[in-house]
Nanobody, 124 residues
Framework: QVQLVESGGGLVQAGGSLRLSCAAS????????MGWFRQAPGKEREWVAA????????YYADSVKGRFTISRENAKNTVALQMNSLLPEDTAVYYC?????????????????WGQGTQVTVSS
């Protein structure tokens, strides 16, 4: 079993920045690709970013490309999401997840463990 706990969410003005962190416990995540998703009220869950197990490759949704950066520290069993130039439409609950299957990065079905989420609210 893997437990994922997100932190770092909060309220920020448009144009501001936040850094989300995802801490894993129970088992190491160092050999797994990891991803971030988000879900706004009344909307479907949306894939945001993914990173390969080694950190060599990163992938982003078009809506966040150039503004968000995903990273990881395998020695600390953590994954982070640096969010800059935030927009009101970035408001959502953000989740980190472990990719446990060969499905595409942007597919929720590819991920087998999920955190409880952290709220990010961007005011205009």
């Amino acid at each position: 079993q893997v437990q994922l706990v997100e932190s770092g969410g909060g309220l920020v003005q448009a144009g501001g920045s936040l850094r989300l962190s995802c801490a894993a416990s129970g088992r190491t995540i160092s050999m797994y690709d990891m991803g971030w998703f988000r879900q706004a009220p009344g909307k479907e869950r949306e894939w945001v970013a993914a990173i390969t197990w080694s950190g060599t490759n990163t992938y982003y949704a078009d809506s966040v490309k150039g503004r968000f950066t995903i990273s990881r520290e395998n020695a600390k069993n953590t994954v982070a999401l640096q969010m800059n130039s935030l927009l009101p439409e970035d408001t959502a609950v953000y989740y980190c997840a472990r990719r446990g299957s060969g499905n595409y990065y942007w597919e929720g079905a590819a991920y087998d463990y999920w955190g409880q989420g952290t709220q990010v609210t961007v005011s205009s």
